[in-house]
């Protein structure tokens, strides 16, 4: 699942947040790999390359960098969860749906694998992301 979150400093200083065309107003902080942010309501998708304030590669940059009141970003729950829980980060437009965040794990074949690949292959599989659904 993925989350659009703010500081609580940087809402206060800025224009309201309603919908997803409000993003066109304020200081987005965009991953390099996903430079368009998706928003539905009632089954019709709103498809944006909101503008950026920073792009990054690096999640853990644009994390503090949202923490720290730089914008708004849109983050996997599992990273900016521990922030939302204890108020550093509030989740934005709650009542809009976003697509979850979708990963790969790639390897080279099953045949020769060591037990610490198939170790992390089975952790990655069966670990419960649920626990990580921010305010929902």
């Known amino acids: ?3 659009l979150v703010s500081a609580p400093a940087y809402l206060a200083a800025g224009s309201p947040l309603r919908e997803p065309t409000d993003l066109l107003h304020h200081r987005c902080l965009v991953h390099d790999a996903q430079p368009e ?3 539905s309501s009632d089954d019709t998708p709103i498809v944006m390359r909101p503008p950026a304030a920073a792009t990054s590669d690096s999640m853990g940059f644009l994390l503090q960098s949202c923490i720290a009141g730089g914008g708004v970003a ?5 990273v900016c969860q521990p922030s ?3 108020g550093r980060l509030v989740e934005l437009l709650p ?7 979708e990963m790969m794990l790639i390897f080279p074949n099953l045949t020769n694998q060591s037990k ?6 089975y952790y990655v599989n069966t ?3 649920s626990a990580f659904a921010v305010g929902r």
Not at 74 to 78: F, I, M, W
Not at 95 to 101: K, L, M, S, T
């Open 1 to 3: 699942k993925r989350v």
């Open 37 to 39: 942010w998706v928003f």
């Open 74 to 78: 849109l983050l996997p729950a599992y």
């Open 84 to 86: 939302v829980a204890v």
């Open 95 to 101: 009542g809009w749906e976003i697509p979850p965040y």
């Open 116 to 121: 610490a690949q198939a170790a992390f292959r």
């Open 127 to 129: 670990f419960d992301f």
